[in-house]
């Protein structure tokens, strides 16, 4: 997840994540840079799965704090990795990204077709 800060600049870190079928839903630390970057600027870019076969998404991200989250997305989130945030005794917040842009790219020869959504919109 790519976020940026006016006072500090970008910032880039791996995250976990889960689909839902409309948002990508990712969850870090309450006092981490990316929770105070999202909170101050939503607009954030995630590169997902790997570099090989990647999907490029742009869209603006929604936080909430973990006594917050939907129950569903926190327990779809649990159930693919084992792990729940709400039961950690540190603070955590979950951040929503529904995507507006999504970019697919099979490695650097693909050049072209790689835009299959804009403004919110799958292209066909």
Known sequence: MSTAHADHGPHQVPLWFSWDGLAVWMCTGATSATARNVR????????????????????????????????????AFAAKFGWDPRAEEGSFVYVRVVPKTVRAWRGERELRGRVIMRDGTWLE
């Open 40 to 75: 101050e600027e939503p607009r954030v870019r995630l590169a997902l799965p790997d570099t090989s076969d990647v999907v490029l998404l742009q869209g603006e991200a929604e936080y909430f704090p973990d006594q917050d989250v939907p129950g569903d997305a926190a327990e």
